[in-house]
């Protein structure tokens, strides 16, 4: 594999790059810190019609035991610019976390919904990003702060777009059918007193902590299955028996039943027996069919 990259690494394992703690080596593997940088690494993969995986902070997805066969590029460039008028750019790999911080001083309102929920602006924006509302009545999405994006397309050109682009919706975007990569997102917010904001902040995370496993004890990649409607997934699973099931390292999380955690030792391989076992036992005891919400990444 042929590539004009600086900085390029091979055989780089991505477990400690993701929030499972989970995954085999990549061929090649790259930190951007620009846009620059990204587009350029994005145009020689495509140019060379390598396998790449843009990885941001590793959440939602479980990479292999054997890895992945070509290019990850983790997306390092998290420029964030405070605008007029409460808008502000975010780069790609910016973090939601820190544009939270950021926005509460200076009393802006949008992004303390998604606290605590590990993700760049390039992943919230592929997944469409939600969380309860504070009254818990509704789910509040990223999409309702976008303004414009640019972005790099799938043809390699460059564009700026607005947010009906995305075609959003539960979990779901145009970027999960076209290979178009969010370079930067221009969000607007609205003037917000500090204390209301930290209220939804300590709301959020106390709602998070009381119903889910903690992600830096007990290592997950988030929810595993799809929400069905009307019926929560990870209670089919609590009713078909599964909380604290476990396979190798894998465990159905005792807290959370749609939570399946790395116990400390897990591999790729347990993971997806559980995930297999899961779905046929919550399909033979309930008629119920689970479809993971996760994206399975590598060589199987």
């Not at 690494?9 to 929030?19: D, G, S, V, W, Y």
């Not at 999405?141 to 564009?159: A, L």
């Not at 209220?199 to 290592?219: G, M």
């Amino acid at each position: 594999m042929s590539l004009n990259i600086p900085n390029l690494e091979r055989n780089k394992f991505l477990a400690p790059f993701t929030t499972y703690k989970i995954g085999g080596p990549a061929d090649l593997f790259v930190e951007v810190h620009t846009i620059d940088e990204l587009t350029h690494a994005l145009s020689e993969a495509r140019r060379s019609s390598i396998p790449f995986f843009l990885l941001g902070c590793g959440a939602n997805i479980l990479f292999t035991d054997k890895g992945f066969r070509g290019l990850v590029i983790r997306n390092r460039a998290n420029k964030i610019t405070f605008l007029d008028n409460g808008r502000v750019l975010a780069e790609s790999g910016a973090i939601v976390d820190d544009l939270i911080e950021q926005s509460q001083n200076l009393e802006l309102s949008g992004f303390e919904h998604f606290v605590d929920i590990p993700s760049t602006v390039g992943g919230a924006m592929w997944q469409n990003l939600h969380f309860l509302s504070p009254d818990r009545k509704r789910t509040v999405f990223i999409e309702e702060i976008v303004q414009t994006s640019r972005i790099f397309t799938e043809e390699g050109q460059f564009r700026t777009v607005g947010v009906d682009y995305f075609q959003y919706g539960y979990d779901t975007s145009i970027l999960q059918v076209r290979k178009d990569i969010v370079l930067e997102v221009t969000f607007q917010l609205k003037p917000k007193p500090k204390e209301e904001i930290q209220s939804v902040i300590d709301s959020n995370i106390a709602w998070r902590r009381a119903k889910q496993p903690p992600l830096a004890e007990f290592p997950s990649c988030g929810s595993v299955f799809k929400k069905i409607e009307g019926v929560g997934a990870g209670r089919l699973v609590d009713q078909a028996g599964l909380k604290g099931a476990r396979i190798g390292g894998a465990e159905v999380s005792p807290k959370h039943a749609n939570f399946i955690v790395n116990t400390g030792n897990a591999k790729a391989a347990d993971v997806l027996r559980l995930i297999k076992h899961v779905q046929d036992e919550v399909k033979r005891k309930l008629g119920y069919t689970l479809e993971t919400e996760i994206a399975v990444i590598g060589e199987l």
